[in-house]
């Protein structure tokens, strides 16, 4: 069987964060831990990552051939980019049912992206 690989993004904000209150986050984080736990078990679950606030994201660029360092992003939405995490499954329609089963997916979409090109380590 070929497995395909997806990428599914969650995006928020320090504002959206900051208004679950204190008493939820260990329901939350429990309810998250166990959708990692259940997908690593069934070997779909690559990695699941927790991004920094878009404040200590960097931006970088050459410049004149030397590295140039700015903070960003620049972001034209308050929301960014605050997890991923990378699936190996059967189909879309299997990574499109793990997507749906994300704890915040009643409350906050999740896409969905097919990896195209994965560049192999060489043997």
Excluded at 8 to 36: H, T, V
Excluded at 63 to 82: C, H, I, N, R
Excluded at 95 to 102: F, K, R, T
């Amino acid at each position: 069987m070929i497995l395909m690989k997806y990428l599914l993004m969650i995006y928020g904000n320090q504002e959206k964060w900051a208004s679950i209150p204190a008493a939820d986050w260990p329901e939350a984080i429990a309810r998250q831990d166990a959708f990692n736990r259940r997908y690593r078990e069934t070997g779909e679950l690559l990695g699941a990552y927790g991004l920094g606030d878009a404040a200590q994201a960097r931006l970088v660029r050459r410049v004149d051939g030397q590295p140039a360092v700015t903070d960003g992003p620049y972001l034209e939405t308050k929301e960014y980019m605050a997890s991923f995490y990378l699936l190996d499954c059967e189909s879309e329609e299997r990574a499109l049912q793990i997507a749906a089963d994300m704890p915040w997916a009643d409350a906050e979409p999740v896409e969905v992206w097919p990896v195209m090109h994965e560049a192999k380590p060489d043997v």
